[in-house]
């Protein structure tokens, strides 16, 4: 069986053979995630049932009684989250940071009457915001492409003293049946890692901040087969892989993949389970 062609893979799995070869380095693996987030800007809200219903709930952590005249949303993708912040907040400015110029512009044309929100193009890593200048900052599944101790020694430093910072993230055991399958077809590294719940915890207990709330929760979604679940991940654009170089898929490698998981299935379909992680900290 011969290997699939680099636009056979990009188009059928959407991780394209030239992320591999460019995975060397750390800016190379941002301009992924921004270029693949950026892809999936038009197929991003159709596909991210899971990922509006945890930022809703992690919008339950919201201040309601604060006085919030500056808030950001770090990782803001198509926006929507950002107008929904402008909305609860009547009189504040709502900056929405993305890495993905793609979802930026996406956003900034889907939100154009919203003129209480602003499109920032910019890394959660390296805030391009001044000291203690900012209320509120909301982030809903984002930071988990970011290194934890940066994101929260720039919240820190960017927020005012009193300010919070209400998230939502993820961490390990999110997307384990995948990567056990892949592991088991003798693909391992297909699969982003996330750091365990304890050490993200440990992480924020350093940070200087005080922790208000943080908990963690199991969420599964199911999927018809392995190619609709594989497209869905391409079509939110979660297909960038952070560490290792994963060999040429195959579509024997595939069948085999298909195969494994097929051992999985439930009555409501192949399972995908996801530890969301709820935080509130606290300047
Ligand atoms: C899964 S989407 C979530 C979008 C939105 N917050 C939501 O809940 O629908 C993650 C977003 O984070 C952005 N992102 C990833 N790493 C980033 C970084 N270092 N700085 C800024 N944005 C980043 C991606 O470009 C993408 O738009």
Redesign the pocket.
């Known amino acids: 069986m011969s290997p699939y062609t680099l636009d056979d893979y990009s188009s059928e799995l959407g991780v394209p053979r030239s992320d591999v070869a460019s995975r060397a380095n750390k800016v190379s693996v ?1 301009r992924l ?2 270029r693949n ?2 892809r999936a800007a038009q197929s ?2 159709a596909a ?1 049932v899971l ?2 219903r ?2 809703a709930r992690a919008m339950l952590g919201l201040p309601t009684n604060a006085v919030v005249n500056r808030v950001l ?6 926006g ?2 950002s107008v929904a912040l402008a909305d609860r907040y009547a009189s504040a400015l709502v900056t929405g ?4 110029m793609g ?1 930026l512009q996406f956003a900034q044309r889907q939100h154009s009457s919203c003129n209480r929100v602003r499109w920032c193009s ?4 390296s805030l391009p915001f001044a000291s203690e200048s900012i209320d509120l900052i909301f ?5 988990q ?2 290194n934890l101790e940066r994101v929260l020694d720039e919240v820190s430093r960017v927020l005012k003293p009193g300010g919070q910072f209400v998230f ?1 993230t993820l961490s390990d055991g999110s997307l384990h049946e995948l990567n056990a399958s892949w592991t088991q077809a003798g693909e391992s590294g297909r699969v982003n890692q996330f750091a365990e719940f304890e050490k993200q915890q440990e992480i924020i207990h350093r940070s200087g901040m005080s922790l208000n709330s943080m908990s963690l929760q199991t969420e599964v979604v199911y999927y018809p087969d392995v190619i609709t679940m594989l497209r869905s991940l391409k079509a ?3 297909n960038t892989v952070l560490e290792g170089t994963p060999s040429l898929l195959t579509r024997r490698k595939l069948d085999v993949l298909k195969d494994i998981y097929e051992s999985l299935r439930e009555l409501s379909g192949l399972p995908l389970t996801y530890q969301v992680v709820y935080g509130t900290l606290i300047k």
Not at 73 to 78: A, F, I
Not at 139 to 143: D, H, N, Q, V, W
């Open positions: 941002k995630i921004a987030f950026g991003y809200d991210a990922q509006h945890v930022a949303d770090l990782g803001s993708g198509t929507i989250h940071l993305d890495l993905s979802m910019g890394d959660i890593e982030s809903s599944l984002a930071i492409w970011c939502s939110l654009g979660v």
